[in-house]
C-alpha cells in the first residue's frame, strides 16, 4: 500500500486521517511518502516507529527539515532529491565562496520579503544573511544572485526554504550549565516570594531551553505558580517542541550538562527513554506555553517576571539589539531579570540604559526602575 502525504499535518484532525489510513493496511508493507509535511504529530512517529520495528514501512519524504527530524528520531527515511542537482553542487560551491554580494542589494531584497512574505529579516547581520543566502542558492545550484532573487519572491518553497536557512536553530538541553545553575541559585530563588511567575523563553527552538528550565523549576518545587511563553519566528520549531520528541543520540551529554547544571534527580527521571528517543513528560507542557512569535513584532508581551533571550540577538544588527532591549524593559516587571547568551551582552548596544549588570558573567541583567 502507498500513502501520499499532502500538505502540512501538523493538526491533529490530519494526523488521525493518516493514522486511520495507516490501520486500514492489512499487515502488508507500506510506503509513505510526505510532500509537504515539515513536522508530524507525536502520535505519527511513534506509529512510524512501530511499523518499522517489524519492517513494514518505507518512508519517502521531500522536506528536509522534515527528513532531519525523522532520522533525529531514529526513523529511516528518505529523501526525494533531483540528481542533477547533487551532481552539479560542488563546482557552485566554489564559485559562490568567492562572490561578493552588493549591501544594498541584499537590503532591498530583505524589504521585498518582508513586503511579500511578512517575516523581518531587515535588521539582521547582513554577514550572516549573506552567508545564509549562499547556502540557500547552492541548495538550488544558481550561483546569480538576482535570479535567485526572483525565485525566492515567485516561489512560496523556495521562500520557506531560505526562511529556514535563516532561522539557525542550534540549541542543547542545560546549554551553559552553569548559566542554570545560576539561575537556580541566585535568581529563581529571589522570584520564589511572588505567587504567579511569568517568564518569556525567547528563541526558543525546538523547546530544550524551556523544558530544562521548568525541570529546575520542578526540584525547586516552584514549576506549579509558573507560566513560560516559550516563543520563536520558526513554526517548525515551535511543533517540534509541543511534540517534545527528542534523538536519545546526545542522551550521554544531555545527562552530564543536567548534573553541572546542579540537578538534583537523574536526567532520564523527566523523560519517556524509548530506543532511539526520549519523550518529555506531560507534566511539564502543563506549565509550557509554546507559540510562533518574532520578537521583532509589535505587539507587547509584557509583566514577566524573568526573559530569557540567549544566542538570539547574535543574528541582529546593533540597532535592532537596541530595539529589541527597549522592548523587554517594557515587558518586564521593574527589577525583572533578562538572561541573554553567553557571548552576548550590553556593551555596544545602548543597553545599559535600561538594565544594570546582575551577573556578567553569566550574562543575567536586571530591569532598571
Ligand atoms: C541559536 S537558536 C537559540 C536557541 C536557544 N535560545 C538556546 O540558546 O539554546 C536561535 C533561535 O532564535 C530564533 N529566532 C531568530 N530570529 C527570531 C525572532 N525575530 N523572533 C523569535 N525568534 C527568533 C531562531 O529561529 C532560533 O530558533
Known amino acids: 500500500m502507498h500513502i ?17 489510513c495507516i490501520g486500514e493496511n492489512c499487515g502488508c508493507e507500506i510506503h509513505i511518502t510526505f510532500l509537504d509535511a515539515n513536522i508530524v504529530t ?8 512501530k511499523l518499522q520495528e517489524n519492517s513494514k514501512c518505507k518512508v519517502f519524504v521531500l522536506k528536509s527539515y522534515l527528513y532531519s527530524y525523522f532520522l533525529s528520531l531514529g526513523i529511516k527515511c528518505f529523501l526525494v532529491k533531483k540528481k542533477s542537482i547533487l551532481n552539479k553542487r560542488c563546482e557552485i560551491s566554489e564559485k559562490l565562496s568567492s562572490r561578493s554580494f552588493e549591501p ?26 549573506i552567508r545564509r543566502i549562499k547556502i540557500s ?20 518553497d523556495v521562500f520557506e526554504q531560505l526562511f529556514l536557512d535563516f532561522s539557525i536553530n542550534t540549541t542543547n538541553f542545560f546549554r551553559d550549565p552553569e548559566v542554570f545553575t545560576f539561575l537556580k541559585e541566585r535568581v529563581l530563588l529571589c522570584l520564589d516570594s511572588y505567587s504567579h511567575i511569568k517568564i518569556w523563553c525567547v528563541g526558543c527552538s525546538n523547546g530544550k531551553e524551556p523544558y530544562s528550565l521548568a525541570i529546575i523549576l520542578k526540584e525547586l518545587g516552584m514549576l506549579h505558580k509558573v507560566q513560560i511563553y516559550a516563543t520563536d519566528i520558526n513554526p517548525y520549531v515551535i511543533e517540534e517542541a ?7 543520540s546526545t542522551i550521554d551529554t544531555d545527562i552530564v550538562n543536567y548534573k553541572k547544571a546542579g540537578g538534583t534527580k537523574a536526567f532520564t527521571d523527566y523523560f519517556d527513554i524509548t530506543g532511539s528517543y526520549i519523550k518529555v513528560k506531560d507534566e511539564f507542557k502543563d506549565n509550557i506555553l509554546f507559540f510562533q512569535h518574532s520578537v521583532i513584532e509589535k505587539g507587547i508581551l509584557n509583566e514577566f517576571q524573568m526573559i530569557l533571550c540567549r544566542n538570539v540577538m547574535i543574528y541582529f544588527d546593533i540597532p535592532l539589539q537596541r530595539k529589541v532591549l527597549r522592548h523587554f524593559y517594557n515587558s ?28 556578567e558573567k553569566n550574562k543575567v541583567y536586571r530591569r532598571k526602575s
Open 42 to 49: 507525536p502520535e505519527v512517529v511513534e506509529k512510524i516507529i
Open 332 to 359: 518586564l516587571d521593574v527589577g525583572g531579570f533578562l538572561v541573554m547568551g553567553k557571548s552576548e551582552g550590553m556593551l555596544l548596544n545602548g543597553g545599559y540604559e535600561y538594565f544594570v549588570d546582575y551577573n
Open 4 to 20: 501520499s502525504v499532502m500538505g502540512e499535518l501538523d493538526s491533529k484532525a490530519e494526523a488521525d486521517r493518516l493514522l486511520e
Open 137 to 156: 542558492m547552492l541548495r538550488y545550484c544558481m550561483t546569480c544572485f538576482e535570479e535567485f532573487r526572483k525565485l525566492v519572491l515567485t516561489d512560496q
Open 242 to 248: 509541543k511534540n517534545g520528541l527528542y534523538s536519545a
Open 104 to 129: 544594498e542589494k541584499v537590503e532591498e531584497f530583505l524589504r521585498d520579503i518582508y513586503d511579500k512574505y511578512g517575516f523581518d529579516f531587515t535588521e539582521y547581520r547582513k554577514d550572516s544573511i
